[in-house]
C-alpha cells in the first residue's frame, strides 16, 4: 500500500524548488520520481497536476513536466497586478482588522523572523509569501485569496529566476512596519507601507539578468559574451 500521499509528494517537490535544488526549466520525469518516494506513476502525475494549478510546475502533453519558468517581461507584469491589488487590501483590511486578526499576523511575523535568523531559506521564502496570503484569507475574500495565490506561485518562480545574491532581508522588518500600521488602524500608511514593500522585493530581483537555461549551447553563448 502506498503511504506517501499526492500532498506529500507536492510538498517535497515545492520544497525543492524553492531552495533551488531544482532550477526553473528542469524536466521532472515521473517514473523517476515514483521510483524515489516508492509510489505509482499515477500518485506522482496527481501531484505535478497539483504543482500546475499552483503554476509552478508546467506540464505538456508531448514533452511532460517542467519546473515553470517566468520571463522578466511576465515578472514585471506579475508586480504591475500586485501593486494595484494589495495597497487597496491593505488599506481595507486596516478598516476592517479585529484584534484577533492581528494578533494572528504577530504570531506568523515570529515565525518569520525565526526563519531569517536560522538562515531557513525555504522556510524564510515561503514565510514571506505566506504573509501576503494571510492578509488576503482575513479578508474573507475567496476570490481575492485565488488570485493572490496564483500571483505569489508566479512571483516565487520569479524570485528562483532573478534574485540576486545579496536578497534583501529586511522583508520579515517591512512586514512588521505594515502590521504597525494596520494595528494603529491608519489605512494610508498599510497601504503605502504596501507599495513600498512590493518595490523593493521587485528592485531586488536583477530582471536584467538573463535567466538561467538548461540549453548548455546557449549557456555557454551568453557567457562567451
Known amino acids: 500500500m502506498e503511504r506517501t500521499s499526492t500532498s506529500a509528494i507536492a510538498q517535497a517537490l515545492t520544497d525543492a524548488i524553492v531552495e533551488r535544488r531544482v532550477q526553473p526549466g528542469a524536466k ?129 518562480i520569479a524570485a528562483l529566476s532573478f534574485q540576486s545574491a545579496h536578497a534583501a532581508s529586511h522583508s520579515s522588518d517591512e512586514h512588521v512596519a505594515l502590521v504597525d500600521a494596520i494595528e494603529a488602524g491608519d489605512a494610508e500608511r498599510a497601504a503605502q507601507l504596501m507599495t513600498d514593500h512590493l518595490d523593493h522585493v521587485e528592485a531586488d530581483l536583477r530582471l536584467d539578468r538573463p535567466a538561467p537555461t538548461h540549453d548548455l549551447p546557449a549557456a555557454l553563448a551568453r557567457h562567451t559574451h
Open 28 to 156: 521532472l520525469v515521473e517514473q523517476k520520481l515514483a521510483e524515489h518516494f516508492g509510489v505509482s506513476r499515477t500518485l506522482v502525475r496527481q501531484a505535478l497536476h497539483q504543482l500546475a494549478q499552483q503554476r509552478l510546475v508546467t506540464l505538456s502533453p508531448a514533452r511532460g513536466a517542467f519546473v515553470a519558468t517566468l520571463s522578466a517581461q511576465e515578472a514585471r507584469q506579475v508586480f504591475v497586478v500586485r501593486r494595484m491589488l494589495e495597497p487597496q487590501m491593505a488599506r481595507a483590511f486596516t478598516e476592517q482588522a479585529t484584534p484577533a486578526q492581528i494578533a494572528l499576523l504577530r504570531a506568523h511575523l515570529a515565525q518569520e523572523q525565526t526563519a531569517v535568523a536560522d538562515r531557513d531559506a525555504a522556510g524564510r521564502t515561503r514565510l514571506l509569501a505566506d504573509f501576503h496570503a494571510l492578509l488576503a484569507e482575513l479578508m474573507g475574500n475567496a476570490v481575492l485569496a485565488q488570485v493572490l495565490q496564483d500571483l505569489l506561485a508566479r512571483s516565487a
